[in-house]
């Protein structure tokens, strides 16, 4: 059974065109992440464009194969890359891994 793999992020920027530009950069570097960590089957990051305040900043949507891909990407070099970037920026975070 694939595992889907959501995540939600708060961006801790204060104003508009920080939030959008931190966005942006999260967006190019987790989708930068397909093709480059074995069984990340797509990823598709998104900024939210609806109730500014009250939701969420960006989503994180993730397919793998399997719980052990899931893993494995949580380890893998880039992504621990990617994630120590995202730290320097972001507020909370939620996230639900579920089977498909």
């Known amino acids: 059974m694939a595992i889907r793999h959501i995540v939600l992020f708060q961006l801790t920027a204060t104003d508009a065109e920080t939030r959008d530009a931190h966005a942006a950069e999260m967006k190019e570097r987790l989708e930068g992440l397909v093709g480059v960590v074995p069984d990340l089957l797509e990823m598709t990051v998104g900024r939210n464009v609806a109730f500014e305040g009250q939701n969420f900043d960006v ?10 891909a899931l893993e494995a990407y949580g380890s893998h070099p880039a992504h621990v ?9 972001r507020g909370d975070r939620a996230a639900i891994d579920f089977e498909v």
């Open 59 to 68: 989503a994180l949507d993730a397919l793998f194969p399997d719980l052990a």
């Open 81 to 89: 890359e990617v994630a120590e970037y995202i730290g320097t920026i």
